[in-house]
C-alpha cells in the first residue's frame, strides 16, 4: 500500500473526504449565520438546533409520510425555513432596536428548547437514517474508495453555496440585500418592503442551515444533540473568516474542514481542539478575520 | 467624573444609593446568616457558589458591557485545579528543551484556602490569555470567541489526564482551613463559605465603586468616548476581564472543595450559559441581582428535579421571557420601581 509522509493513503484521502464533508456544512452553516446577521444584526444562536430541526424533519417525512430523500430536501428547508418566519415575526424583530447581545440571548434560550423538546421525545442516542438508493455504493478511484453519497454531498454543498452567492452578489434581489444591510431606511424610501425582507431572509438562512441537517442525517445519525456542538465551531469559523464576505465564508468553511480532517490523521489528539487554535492565531495575527472589514 | 462632584442632584442620588445599597446588603447578611436555620447548608453553599459566579460574571456584562460567553473556563478549571491540589498536590507540568520532559513540583496535598487560591491564580491566568484575545474583536465577536476558547479548554480537560475524564476528580478531601478549623462539619463550611463570599461581594462592590470602574462604566456607555479621553480602554478591558475571571475561579474552586468534586459539568458550555441565565434573571448591572438570580435558578433546579430534562426547556423559556418581557431583572425591576439604587 502506498504511503504519503508514512500514512498510509486510504487513511489521508479518507480523513481528507471527512474534512471536506464536515467543511461543507461549516460552509453552509456559516453562510446561514453571515446572511442572518448581515440583515438582522443578530447572531442566530438557534442555527445548531436548527441545523438539528433538518434532520429530523427528514426524519419524521420519511416515517410519517413515506417522503424519501430527496423530498425531504425540499420539504425540510421549507419547514425549517418557515418556523424561522414564525420565530423572526414573534421574537426577533422586536429587538432590533436593543443592543446586539439580547439577540444572542433570545436565540441561546430558543436553542434551549428546541433541543430540550427534541430530547425529550427523541432521547439523545441517534436515530438512523438510510442512505438514498441511488447513491448507494461508490467508485473506485485507483488511490482511495470514493462513497457515492459523500462526493454527493460534497459537490451539492458546493452548488448550494455558489447558487447563494451568486443570489446575493449578481441578482437584482441580492443587490437590494446588500443595500437593505447598508442602509435599511433609504432602500425602504425606494419602496421596498424592508422587513419583509428581513423576515425572509432569516427564513431563507435558516433553510440553509436545514439543508445541511438533511444531508448530515444519514451521515451521521439523526439526533437531538447534533447541532449542539456543531454550532459553537462554526462560531469559531465565523470569528476566523469574518461575517463581511460571502465567499469568505464557503472558502473558510471547507478550507476548515480539510484542516481538521488532516489534524485527524498527523494528531488526532488535536482533531477537536485545532479549529479554535487557529481562531486564536488569527485573532492575533489579523483580528480582523481573514476576509472581514476592520471595525 | 467633574460633573458628579458639582452637580448637588447628582450627589444627592449617590447618597441615597449608598443607603439603598446598605439597606439591602444588610437584609441579604441577616438572610444568609440565619438561613441554615431554614434550609440545607449544601444547598446555600451551592447557591452562594453560584451567586458570586454570577456577580463576577456581572462585573463584565453589568458594568464594561461585554458579554463572555465562556465563563464557565474560569469556573470550571479553578475547581479542577483547587481538587486537584487539596488532593493530590504534587504538579506535573510538560516543559519542551529539544523533547517533552515532565517537570514535577512535589507539592503535599494543601489546606483548602491554598487549593482554592491555586485555583483562582489559575483562572486569572487562563483569564488573561483569554481575554488578551477577545477583546481584539467587539461586539458580538466577543461573545463568540469567549465561547469557542472556552468549548476548546472544554476538550483539552476531557483529554488531560490529571481531569480524570468522565468521572473528574473525586472524593477530594474538605480538610482544614490553615490546618486549624476542621470543615467536614457542613455548618462550619458553611459560615466559610458565606464569609468568603461576602468578602469578594464586597471587593466587586468597591471594584465598581472605584475610579477604576467609573472608567468601566464609561467604556460601556461610549467606549470611543472613553478613548478620545485619554484612557487606554483596551487595558481597562482587559483588567476587569481578569478580575471577573479570578472572581469566577474563586466560586468553582470553593464548589470543588464543597462538593468534593470536580467534574467535566462545570467546564461545559451549558454552565456559561447558566451564570448568563443567574445574571439576566436578577438583573444585568445591578449589585445584588446576580445574588438573587443564583439563587432563585439554584432553588428552581433544586424543586423541579423531578421534571428531568424538561429543565433545560423552562430555563430556555426564562432566557426568551427575560429578554423580551423583562431585561431589567427582578433586582433592576425593584430598584426601578422604588426609584433605588440596588
Known amino acids: 500500500m502506498s504511503t504519503i509522509?508514512?500514512?498510509?493513503?486510504?487513511?489521508?484521502?479518507?480523513?481528507?473526504?471527512?474534512?471536506?464533508?464536515?467543511?461543507?456544512?461549516?460552509?453552509?452553516?456559516?453562510?446561514?449565520?453571515?446572511?442572518?446577521?448581515?440583515?438582522?444584526?443578530?447572531?442566530?444562536?438557534t442555527h445548531g438546533a436548527q441545523y438539528m430541526m433538518g434532520a429530523f424533519v427528514a426524519y419524521l417525512v420519511l416515517q410519517l409520510g413515506g417522503l424519501n430523500y430527496w423530498a425531504a430536501l425540499i420539504v425540510a428547508p421549507i419547514v425549517v425555513g418557515l418556523t424561522g418566519v414564525i420565530i423572526e415575526r414573534l421574537f426577533l424583530q422586536r429587538l432590533y432596536k436593543l443592543d446586539h447581545l439580547y439577540g444572542l440571548l433570545l436565540t441561546f434560550g430558543l436553542a434551549l428548547i428546541i433541543q430540550g423538546v427534541f430530547r425529550n421525545y427523541y432521547g439523545s442516542s441517534g436515530l438512523p437514517y438510510q442512505v438514498p438508493e441511488q447513491l448507494r455504493g461508490g467508485q473506485n478511484l485507483g488511490f482511495m474508495f470514493l462513497p457515492n453519497y459523500r462526493a454527493w454531498v460534497i459537490f451539492f454543498s458546493l452548488g448550494v453555496c455558489l447558487a447563494t452567492w451568486f443570489v446575493i452578489e449578481r441578482t437584482r434581489l441580492g443587490a437590494y440585500l446588500r443595500a437593505a444591510t447598508e442602509n435599511p431606511t433609504l432602500v425602504r424610501a425606494f419602496g421596498?418592503?424592508?422587513?419583509?425582507?428581513?423576515?425572509?431572509?432569516?427564513?431563507?438562512?435558516?433553510?440553509?442551515?436545514?439543508?445541511?441537517?438533511?444531508?448530515?442525517?444519514?451521515?451521521?445519525?439523526?439526533?437531538?444533540?447534533?447541532?449542539?456542538?456543531?454550532?459553537?465551531v462554526v462560531f469559531a469559523v465565523v470569528v476566523i473568516g469574518g461575517m463581511g464576505s460571502i465567499m469568505g465564508a464557503i472558502v473558510t468553511g471547507f478550507g476548515l474542514g480539510v484542516i481538521e480532517g488532516l489534524t485527524?490523521?498527523?494528531?488526532?489528539?488535536?482533531?477537536?481542539?485545532v479549529i479554535f487554535v487557529i481562531m486564536a492565531i488569527v485573532l492575533l495575527i489579523r483580528p480582523a478575520g481573514l476576509f472581514g472589514r476592520a471595525a | 467624573m467633574m460633573e458628579r462632584v458639582v452637580d448637588p442632584l447628582a450627589t444627592a442620588a449617590r447618597t441615597k444609593g449608598v443607603r439603598s445599597e446598605?439597606?439591602?446588603?444588610?437584609?441579604?447578611?441577616?438572610?444568609?446568616v440565619l438561613a441554615p436555620t431554614v434550609a440545607y447548608p449544601v444547598f446555600l453553599m451551592k447557591a452562594l457558589c453560584f451567586a458570586l459566579f454570577a456577580c463576577a460574571f456581572n462585573l463584565l456584562i453589568g458594568y464594561v458591557g461585554l458579554l463572555s460567553f465562556g465563563h464557565a473556563l474560569y469556573f470550571g478549571w479553578a475547581g479542577y485545579v483547587s481538587a486537584h491540589l487539596a488532593k493530590i498536590g504534587k504538579l506535573t507540568l510538560p516543559y519542551w528543551a529539544g523533547g517533552w520532559h515532565w517537570f514535577v513540583i512535589p507539592l503535599p496535598p494543601l489546606s483548602p484556602e491554598l487549593a482554592i487560591l491555586g485555583g483562582a491564580a489559575t483562572a486569572a491566568v487562563l483569564g488573561l490569555i483569554a481575554g488578551a484575545l477577545a477583546i481584539r474583536r467587539q461586539g458580538i465577536y466577543f461573545a463568540m470567541i469567549t465561547l469557542a476558547l472556552a468549548q476548546m479548554m472544554f476538550f483539552f480537560a476531557v483529554q488531560a489526564p490529571f481531569t480524570g475524564g468522565e468521572d473528574g476528580i473525586q472524593a477530594v478531601p474538605r480538610g482544614h482551613l490553615f490546618g486549624l478549623i476542621d470543615l467536614s462539619n457542613q455548618t462550619t463550611l458553611y459560615y466559610v463559605v458565606l464569609v468568603l463570599f461576602l468578602a469578594c461581594f464586597l471587593l466587586i462592590y468597591r471594584i465598581i465603586h472605584s475610579p477604576f470602574g467609573e472608567v468601566l462604566k464609561a467604556i460601556r456607555e461610549n467606549e470611543p468616548r472613553a478613548i478620545s479621553l485619554g484612557?487606554?480602554?483596551d487595558r481597562y478591558k482587559l483588567m476587569a476581564f481578569v478580575l471577573s475571571a479570578t472572581l469566577a475561579g474563586v466560586a468553582g474552586a470553593t464548589k470543588a472543595i464543597v462538593f468534593q468534586l470536580a467534574s467535566l459539568t462545570d467546564v461545559h458550555w451549558t454552565m456559561s450559559g447558566e451564570v448568563v441565565l443567574m445574571t439576566l434573571v436578577g438583573g444585568l448591572g445591578t449589585v445584588f441581582g446576580p445574588v438573587l438570580g443564583a439563587f432563585v435558578i439554584v432553588s428552581m433546579e433544586n424543586y423541579l428535579a423531578e421534571f428531568g430534562q424538561w429543565i433545560t426547556v423552562i430555563q430556555g423559556g426564562i432566557f426568551v421571557a427575560c429578554v423580551l418581557l423583562f431585561r431589567r431583572g427582578i433586582i433592576g425591576e425593584i430598584a426601578n420601581a422604588l426609584r433605588v439604587r440596588l
Not at chain 1, 21 to 29: D, E, M, R, T, V
Not at chain 1, 208 to 228: C, F, H, R, T
Not at chain 1, 264 to 273: G, L, R
Open chain 1, 5 to 45: 509522509f508514512g500514512i498510509p493513503s486510504q487513511a489521508l484521502f479518507g480523513q481528507l473526504l471527512i474534512g471536506l464533508i464536515n467543511g461543507s456544512f461549516y460552509a453552509l452553516l456559516s453562510l446561514g449565520l453571515a446572511v442572518i446577521f448581515g440583515m438582522l444584526n443578530i447572531i442566530n444562536f
Open chain 1, 192 to 232: 421596498i418592503n424592508v422587513p419583509r425582507m428581513i423576515t425572509l431572509t432569516y427564513g431563507f438562512g435558516v433553510g440553509l442551515a436545514a439543508i445541511a441537517g438533511v444531508m448530515a442525517a444519514p451521515i451521521y445519525n439523526v439526533s437531538p444533540l447534533m447541532g449542539e456542538d456543531i454550532i459553537i
Open chain 1, 264 to 273: 485527524k490523521v498527523f494528531f488526532p489528539e488535536a482533531s477537536n481542539t
Open chain 2, 22 to 32: 446598605a439597606i439591602a446588603f444588610l437584609a441579604m447578611l441577616v438572610l444568609l
Open chain 2, 231 to 233: 484612557y487606554k480602554t
